[in-house]
């Protein structure tokens, strides 16, 4: 059996971070995690190839060569995969599909062969024996959340690393908070599962194996979300990194209660975090309880500093569009956004998800007026906000052009690059050639052509006098203001 695997494209959206990477020579930020993990699943000989619609093109010989394209995909890469499956039919081909998207939307695939609706880890291998018995069923809904020990190592090996910004592992699925407008926790459940300290090592062993160094992302909606497992895993992390020269440069996502627990924070220092994504949302305490997000409560922008002050760079997500934004939520989220020193702040319009919590209660209240893009800064609303939708949305993006305007953007580096100065002790893994190939075209591209370079050369006269140690840092969180501004001048035309 010969099969494709294939990730759909992303769009321009943050995460993509496609005017970014450039600079650094790659293609896409990360590799396609749950692929790699699904090609683990199948029979050791059954043949397989990759094609990341991110960093390379899907020939027709793929297909051809392929008895099966198994696909998956966020709702953010639904038109891609739709694509993907148009032309994997055109050519007979049988086609699979699974992940969050197909999940939440089961039949807005009717071409597909054969769907997977929740983790495959159990009803993969069930497929495989059906189709060696011609009795392959067209959906395998999974009966149960699996434990992740069932969840082998991804095959890493099958990706092109040298095309990405950084790799990335799965620690732990699901979390035990219910914002109302998460999909997570109805795709992976409020009970997050992890897997053992074991597991994990043997992925940081084989992905050192494989050469990877610098930034590994461990893709947790909520890496903290089992905390009593988190405690026992991240000294054996730490042990690993300083066994290992401190290969790799960690980030993950948190929730905000994280700044509760110091020595958690500690932890995830001396474990080598160095970014942390927190879901914000919004200073406004009545949008926080109707968003049911109780974890985020005292003083935010404490609670941001706290984090910082264990050498961690925060970056965070908020969200205008909630019910009970008062009309002058915007100059509230820029002056929060400004005061936390937070870089990379990700800031969308609400958007109602399928099956989740949030989409119920609009379907009740007949609110609704469409799918969602799951881009959730397309400036397209997919309910009746409370707010006059015109003005929410002009609101959104003077937010947007405010915080990325470069001298906005650069002080909140220079601020955060102050709060997260640390002394650490173990040697940083610079690739010399790569990284002399970055500043080239980071100086080029934003000192000599861009239109904002004196900007740019003020911010990098401060780093070169007060983080001089840091310009590899400084210059990294350059180009990722230069891919926020970019979108934000798009989003600004949309
Ligand atoms: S903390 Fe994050 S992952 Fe957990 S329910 Fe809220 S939005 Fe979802």
Same mark, same amino acid.
């Given at each position: ?17 496609? *005017? ?42 793929? !297909? ?175 042990? /690993? ?77 908020? !969200? ?38 949030? /989409? ?107 983080? *001089? ?13 230069? *891919? ?11």
């Amino acid at each position: 059996m010969k099969v494709l695997l294939v990730n759909p494209e992303f769009p321009d959206t943050y995460w993509s971070f496609r *005017h970014a990477l450039p600079f650094e020579g790659k293609r896409c930020a990360f590799p396609p995690l749950g692929l790699l993990t699904v090609s683990a699943l199948l029979p050791q000989s059954w043949e397989r190839r990759l094609v990341d619609l991110n960093v390379q093109k899907l020939k027709a010989s793929d !297909i051809e060569w392929a008895d099966m394209v198994f696909a998956t995909a966020m709702l953010v890469q639904k038109d891609s995969l739709r694509d993907v499956v148009r032309q994997a039919k055109a050519r007979g081909k049988k086609v699979v599909l699974g992940g969050p998207y197909v999940t939440t939307t089961i039949e807005d695939l009717p071409e597909a062969d054969h769907i997977f609706l929740g983790e495959a880890e159990t009803t993969l291998p069930i497929f495989i024996e059906d189709l060696a018995r011609g009795e392959a069923k067209r959906t395998y809904q999974a009966a149960e959340r699996p434990p992740l020990s069932a969840t082998p190592m991804a095959h890493f090996e099958l990706a092109n690393l040298k095309r990405y910004s950084a790799m990335s592992v799965q620690y732990s699925r699901g979390c035990p908070f219910s914002c109302e407008f998460c999909d997570i926790i109805e795709i992976y459940g409020r009970v997050p599962r992890t897997k053992s300290n074991q597991q994990m090592l043997a992925e940081f062993d084989a992905l050192y194996k494989l050469n990877w160094r610098g930034t590994l992302f461990i893709v947790d909606d909520n890496f903290i979300g089992n905390k009593k497992n988190v405690r026992l895993l991240l000294p054996d992390i730490a042990k /690993w990194q300083k066994d290992h020269g401190f290969p790799f440069s960690l980030i993950t996502e948190s929730s905000l209660n994280l700044a509760d627990d110091e020595a958690l924070l500690a932890n995830m220092r001396d474990a080598g975090f160095r970014r942390v994504f927190i879901g914000i949302e919004t200073p406004v305490e009545e949008s926080l309880h109707e968003a049911q997000k109780s974890q985020n409560r005292g003083d935010l922008l404490s609670s941001v500093k706290k984090i910082q002050s264990y050498g961690m760079e925060v970056m965070a997500g908020f !969200i205008v569009g909630f019910d009970n934004d008062p009309l002058d939520i915007f100059d509230r989220q820029i002056d929060f956004i400004r005061k936390s020193a937070i870089p990379l702040a990700m800031v969308g319009l609400l958007n109602a998800l399928p099956e989740t919590q949030l /989409w119920k209660r609009l379907e009740r209240e007949g609110r609704l007026l469409g799918e969602a893009s799951g881009n959730n800064t397309v400036c397209t609303l997919n309910f009746k906000t409370r707010m006059d939708p015109a003005f929410l949305v002009q609101g959104y993006q003077t937010i947007m052009r405010t915080i990325y305007s470069p001298r906005e953007y650069y002080e909140r580096v220079l601020a955060s690059m102050k709060r997260t100065a640390q002394q650490f002790s173990e040697p940083q893994h610079y690739n010399i050639i790569g990284a002399l190939a970055s500043l080239t075209r980071v100086l080029v591209r934003l000192g000599v052509i861009d239109r904002e370079r004196k900007e740019f050369w003020r911010f990098f006269t401060r780093t070169l006098f007060k983080h *001089h140690t840091r310009i590899a840092e400084s210059l990294r969180l350059a180009a990722m203001g230069y *891919h926020f501004r970019k979108l934000s001048d798009a989003y600004s035309e949309s």
